[in-house]
């Protein structure tokens, strides 16, 4: 186990580990679909992922990371649907500003 797991609370580690899975396996561009059940499948997904993240909010973790890892932006819906507080601009900006923090170091 590496050092940022020791330091991670497992709640957090578990919610995200399940939030990954997810998110992994989510049809992104559902809404696009003519098939309905493809659709109705992609909106049971994005309901339960953004409970998930919910969840991490309520205990704490902030799950932008991840989000944002499996994200296409592209022919998707807003992160705003799956309940996630910042936008994409807002990410990057936040990757940009740690890598420099890391750079320094």
Not at 14 to 37: C, G, Q, V, Y
Not at 42 to 70: C, M, R, S, T, V
Not at 72 to 93: L, Q, T
Request: charged share 35%.
């Amino acid at each position: 186990m590496n050092r940022a797991n020791r330091d991670t609370p497992l709640q957090h580690q578990f919610l995200a580990e399940i939030i990954s899975r997810d998110l992994k396996k989510h049809e992104w561009t559902f809404n696009m679909s003519d098939d309905h059940s493809v659709w109705q499948k992609g909106e049971k997904e994005q309901k339960e992922i953004k409970n998930l993240i919910e969840d991490a909010y309520e205990i704490g973790f902030d799950p932008w990371k991840l989000f944002y890892e499996h994200y296409p932006v592209d022919g998707c819906d807003s992160p705003e649907h799956y309940g996630i507080k910042i936008n994409w601009e807002e990410a990057m900006d936040r990757v940009a500003s740690e890598a420099n923090k890391e750079t320094i170091q």
